[in-house]
């Protein structure tokens, strides 16, 4: 098969090639629940910068040379003995995680969260392919009016946005405020999700001309162009309060500080980017009884719930499509901030 793959690490995102298009090995079936998706579109995510830059080998145990890709959504190509929920032809999208299911964490719903688990595109190799190894339980077959290349993102960039927003809305009221820090791939989708689930009012913050239009396309109420007056205004917004619920697609720089300082009082801070620090003394925790949360990619019952508003018209993927082969471009126009929205690899 064909395939865009990771030879080296690139610290300082400088190189002029980040990944290379070439030949790989197709993959194989070896357990009797594995089943092989041929790949209609995989999302190009910032983690893959990040995997780029060397960060998560730390995190991670991964051998050099492999393929990345964690969002990922095609038809089913081949299948392992004990499948029976799909077969080859279906169209389906690939819950990133690949688990056994016998775990307590699986048991109970987070995948994520399993004692052993595959996460193809971060552990394994991934989508960057024409084929990709995955496993029964991750495979939600998708709706006839929703095609692989326009949901693949979805997996990841929407599910986490789709589970921090979720969080959110559940005690967010109408009168209340929202902020929304990052208007990217993922921040997109947590605009449209609000929007969908509570009656919140809802503030975008982007240093980007382009991201912030892009929020106002989602339904964004008010959209800010970032500065270092970034809490000034969200308080002069919100009555000198700030806002119940800060979603920080971000998280790195100076945007923790900045998301912290413009939470309310007993308001929650959520994070989803990451790479920055939380730093706040816990005399401030006391006095403010602010919640901070972290969020993990979403589960499949999430996942699920996003294919129905997916499906219904309520949340769409601004994607900019390139073809496999153009996997390095895409990285690179990624790393550029150029991207309105999700860049698809479409093999």
């Not at 030949?23 to 995510?45: F, L, M, N, Q, S």
């Not at 890709?69 to 690939?94: F, K, L, M, R």
């Not at 009884?289 to 589960?299: D, R, S």
Request: aromatic share 6%; net charge negative; hydrophobic share 45%.
């Amino acid at each position: 098969m064909k395939a865009a793959v990771l030879h080296a690490y690139d610290p300082t995102l400088t190189a002029k090639n980040f990944v290379s298009y070439e030949t790989y090995p197709d993959p194989v079936i070896e357990k009797p629940t594995d089943v092989i998706v041929r790949i209609g579109g995989a999302g190009v995510c910032r983690t893959d910068l990040h995997i780029v830059e060397g960060i998560w080998r730390s995190k991670v145990d991964i051998a050099l040379p492999y393929i990345m890709g964690h969002e990922n959504a095609g038809w089913v190509e081949a299948v392992g003995s004990a499948v029976t929920s799909v077969a080859p032809g279906d169209a389906v999208i690939c819950h990133p995680l690949v688990t056994s299911g016998h775990c307590l964490a699986c048991r109970r719903g987070n995948d994520m969260h399993a004692v052993d688990a595959s996460f193809p595109g971060i552990n394994a190799n991934g989508g960057y392919a024409e084929l990709l190894l995955t496993g029964e339980r991750t495979l939600i077959k998708l709706p006839k009016g929703l095609s692989p290349k326009a949901v693949a993102p979805y997996t990841d960039a929407g599910l986490t946005a789709y589970r921090a927003a979720k969080k959110a809305s559940r005690h967010l009221l109408p009168g209340q405020f929202a902020v929304i820090v990052g208007v990217g791939g993922l921040g997109h989708i947590g605009i449209q999700v609000l929007k969908a689930m509570c009656a919140a009012e809802i503030i975008a913050i982007d240093r980007s001309d382009i991201a912030l239009e892009l929020a106002k396309e989602c339904g964004a109420d008010h959209v800010i162009k970032s500065t270092d007056k970034d809490v000034e205004e969200i308080l002069a917004m919100t009555n000198g309060n700030g806002a119940e619920a800060v979603i920080d697609f971000v998280a790195e720089g100076d945007a923790v500080a900045k998301g912290l300082a413009m939470t309310r009082n007993d308001g929650f801070y959520y994070i989803v980017g990451y790479g920055g620090k939380v730093d706040i003394p816990t005399i401030d925790m006391i006095f403010s009884e602010k919640t901070i949360v972290g969020n993990l990619v979403g589960t499949y019952p999430e996942l699920v719930e996003l294919m129905a508003l997916a499906d219904r018209g309520i949340v769409k993927l601004a994607t900019r499509e390139y073809r496999l082969a153009d996997a390095d471009q895409a990285l690179h126009d990624l790393h550029a901030g150029t991207i309105k929205g999700r860049a698809v690899l479409i093999p």
